[in-house]
């Protein structure tokens, strides 16, 4: 049987434990923002709670588009909610696929298999972001 000696100080798998933990709490302040900042400015008589959670998670203008707000672009669409909704995706696609790392890791043996499934995870990290931050950009264009 095999086993692997921890190395004292910092490594990756340990950065990465340390990143999982603070960014469950990051998302969880982030949503708590975006729901404040949602009722703040009005959102509690103009919307529904399914438009309200919407907001909360995903802070998009499109998403108050067809609620009661008269003017969408009065403290709605601007550069804070655009830096929110870029913070929580950020947070919630490394959290997401850092878990599925460490879950695979778990059940391969192979070091040389391992390298390329960490390989291939942090392609598909990199393309999660990518492909979710060209859609927040280009939903604020319109």
């Not at 669409?77 to 929580?88: K, P, R, S, V």
């Not at 040389?112 to 264009?141: D, E, K, P, Q």
Request: aromatic share 14%; hydrophobic share 55%.
């Amino acid at each position: 049987m095999h086993s692997r000696l921890v190395k004292p100080g910092f490594s990756f798998d340990y950065l990465m434990w340390l990143f999982t933990r603070l960014s469950g709490v990051m998302m969880l302040l982030l949503a708590s923002v975006g729901f404040i900042g949602a009722l703040a400015l009005g959102a509690r008589l103009q919307m529904d709670l399914p438009t309200l959670v919407r907001w909360t998670f995903f802070p998009n203008p499109n998403h108050v588009v067809n609620s009661e707000i008269p003017d969408v672009n009065l403290g709605w669409a601007n550069g804070f909610w655009i830096m929110m909704e870029l913070l929580i995706i950020f947070f919630a696609v490394t959290h997401a696929w850092n878990g599925l790392r460490v879950i695979l890791e778990d059940y391969v043996g192979s070091s040389g298999l391992r390298t390329l499934l960490r390989c291939v995870i942090f392609v598909l990290w990199l393309a999660s972001l990518v492909m979710a931050s060209y859609l927040i950009f280009t939903s604020w264009v319109s």
